[in-house]
């Protein structure tokens, strides 16, 4: 048997067999980057998934919160980036809330940097930020004779419609602080709280390997490298069998 | 050999590294163009007026949703009035992050349109002054669209759409506004 012949029959023979166990990751890399250019079509930033394993597998730990501020007969409550007021999701809230008080039939939230006016139903009355808001850094929230007082790092603010603030000078305001949640909120808490990442997220670990670890993406490189491989392998034969059948 | 492939390699990497160390932060950070403060010290020549607040009605929210295409943020908006004249400072997500834009109308034409703050990682050019003197003297139809059209930058088309978005609904609550008084 020629050398050519030789070499030919061991490209063919590794080409099959490496293409077939590669070809999990070749599928998994198609159907994630198919899916990954029509992310919004297909809502993946929007959907998310929560399972304990994969959580687990992802080093993603349940954090839940213990505490919240009582507003009224409803609760706030909060982690470093999510909010609800009892079920209902506070969008719009980013930051871990620094309190919350009832307030003319609203509910006044700060976190570090915004001042937020919900009704109960969670819908948002306006949010007052940066050179809207007495000062930029904000600390906590009180109520002093009916009006919302906001905590800044230079001093107390009050206002009457979150729109004007004045100074004040009386320093024992009752700040508003968390207390301990009541039993009945506890499943709304596991149900927003558990980690959970969106579909969009877990698809681009997926895509780029990060999902199988620290050097997942290595491991994906290396994949890519081999369909490299298997193109010009792939390429070879074709070219051979053409010339071949030209002969004849 | 002639050439030192470990110093290249060395090389290389501090090389992408530095680059991608300064290149983050141009790429994704917030970048603020102009203050409010400074933009209403432009709108009304230097004199501020005092802050007023338009309720989000129901009728208001249909009209903001048909130009939004979803539900207005939020159920009050503030604003300033002075001498015929409203500034309004609005947001509205780009690809994935607020702009935020303020306006001065005046009968009912646009009279100023500028960025004040910028969040994405591209399509930052809408700033500038020779996309947003197009905005100048735009007025709402009935249809609730512009009556001038606005040229689209390349690569930029959604934040364009953002800032037309914002562009009608300024318009829509100055006359809603105006209607209150």
Not at chain 2, 27 to 45: C, D, G, I, R, V
């Amino acid at each position: 048997m020629s050398y050519l012949t030789k070499a030919i029959r061991w490209v063919r023979h590794w080409h099959a067999r490496i293409g077939f166990f590669a070809s999990l990751f070749f599928i998994s890399m198609v159907v994630s980057g198919v899916a990954l250019n029509h992310t919004k079509t297909l809502g993946l930033a929007e959907n998310t998934v929560s399972a304990p394993w994969l959580m687990q597998w992802m080093g993603l730990r349940a954090d839940l919160p213990t505490e919240g501020y009582k507003v009224g007969e409803q609760y706030v409550i909060s982690s470093s980036d999510k909010a609800v007021l009892d079920s209902h999701i506070l969008h719009h809230v980013r930051n871990e809330v620094l309190g919350a008080v009832s307030w003319n039939g609203l509910v006044a939230i700060v976190d570090k940097n915004t001042l937020y006016l919900f009704d109960s139903s969670a819908n948002l009355i306006d949010h007052i930020g940066g050179e809207n808001l007495p000062k930029p850094s904000l600390k906590g929230i009180g109520l002093l004779n009916q009006q919302v007082v906001l905590k800044t790092e230079n001093g107390a603010y009050q206002t009457d419609d979150a729109l004007h603030w004045k100074k004040l000078s009386i320093k024992n305001i009752a700040w508003c602080e968390k207390s301990a949640l009541p039993k009945s909120l506890y499943q709304i808490v596991e149900a927003n709280f558990s980690p959970s990442i969106s579909l969009e997220k877990m698809l681009l670990d997926l895509h780029s390997g990060r999902i199988f670890g620290r050097y997942g993406p290595l491991l994906m490189d290396l994949v890519a490298f081999i369909l490299f491989l298997l193109s010009i392998s792939g390429v070879w034969m074709y070219l051979r069998v053409m010339r071949h059948s030209h002969k004849k | 050999m002639w050439f030192d492939l470990e110093k290249i390699r060395k090389t290389l990497q501090t090389g992408l590294l530095v680059w991608s160390v300064f290149m983050m932060p141009i790429a994704f950070a917030e970048e603020q163009y102009l203050s409010q403060e400074e933009f209403l010290k432009e709108a009304f020549n230097q004199q501020t007026p005092a802050l007023d607040v338009l309720w989000i009605t129901k009728d208001v929210g249909m009209q903001a949703e048909k130009i939004l295409g979803h539900k207005p943020n939020q159920l009050r908006q503030r604003y300033w009035k002075k001498d015929g004249k409203t500034a309004w400072v609005l947001e509205e997500i780009g690809k994935e992050e607020p702009i935020t834009a303020g306006f001065v109308i005046e009968a009912g034409k646009i009279q100023a349109a500028r960025v004040l703050v910028y969040r994405e990682s591209r399509g930052a050019e809408i700033r500038y002054p020779a996309f947003l003197k197009q905005y100048l003297g735009a007025q709402l139809t009935g249809g609730a669209t512009l009556n001038q059209p606005i040229d689209g930058i390349s690569g930029a088309t959604l934040s364009v759409n953002a800032m037309n978005r914002m562009a009608r609904l300024a318009l829509m609550f100055d006359s809603q506004s105006r209607e209150n008084k």
